[in-house]
T-cell receptor, first 114, second 110 residues
């Protein structure tokens, strides 16, 4: 069974731009969660989607948004990029939800904002 | 903050020894999960322990949970060089959000 894939793996943007990251979950998984990892703040939960609906949301500004498609693939978007958005963005899929089911993580997208 | 805290921040042991990492948290939880991350790459889920469980095993891993002390521990027995990684606990609250701890960096010396 193919694992969670994330594209692109690396991305360089400048302040003020916007970016879209993509995540393809494991086949059959309906829940996709997104996380931001930085040296200073550690791992922080962004949001979780289940069956195309946002089910949970972390404490991030509205510049961070996401969506999930009918095939469970998910995208997250960050608008008006700031230097502090430089991070590793991780996507994870689970059968029915990160809270009670094992999550499988992708390799991440390394975003650098200049 | 609801974020858990792992202790110690870093741990260095010889191959074959046991490694123990602790996680403390502040609010009541539904369950607690342990993850491993190698060199800034994706995380791997290790164990999920529910709030009504006190101990769980998986291979060389043993996790305990003490909800009265709001703490959990991860024990890795007979460590191997391949166990070198960062280990994180994640608490799941009533709102089903996950809060990751700060991590313990484990180095196993061959």
């Amino acid at each position: 069974k193919a694992g969670v894939t994330q594209t692109p793996r690396y991305l360089i943007k400048t302040r003020g731009q916007q970016v879209t990251l993509s995540c393809s979950p494991i086949s059959g998984h309906r829940s996709v969660s997104w996380y931001q990892q930085t040296p200073g703040q550690g791992l922080q939960f962004l949001f979780e989607y289940f069956s195309e609906t946002q089910r949970n949301k972390g404490n991030f500004p509205g510049r961070f948004s996401g969506r999930q498609f009918s095939n469970s693939r998910s995208e997250m978007n960050v608008s008006t990029l700031e230097l502090g958005d430089s991070a590793l963005y991780l996507c994870a899929s689970s059968f029915a939800g990160a809270a009670m089911w094992e999550q499988f993580f992708g390799p991440g997208t390394r975003l650098t904002v200049l | 903050s609801q974020q858990g805290e792992e202790d110690p921040q870093a741990l260095s042991i010889q191959e074959g020894e046991n490694a123990t990492m602790n996680c403390s948290y502040k609010t009541s939880i539904n369950n607690l999960q342990w993850y491993r991350q190698n060199s800034g790459r994706g995380l791997v889920h290790l164990i999920l322990i529910r709030s009504n469980e006190r101990e769980k095993h998986s291979g060389r891993l043993r996790v305990t949970l003490d909800t009265s002390k709001k703490s959990s521990s991860l024990l890795i027995t007979a460590s191997r060089a391949a166990d070198t990684a960062s280990y994180f606990c994640a608490t799941v609250t009533g709102a089903n959000n996950l809060f990751f701890g700060t991590g313990t960096r484990l180095t196993v010396i061959p």
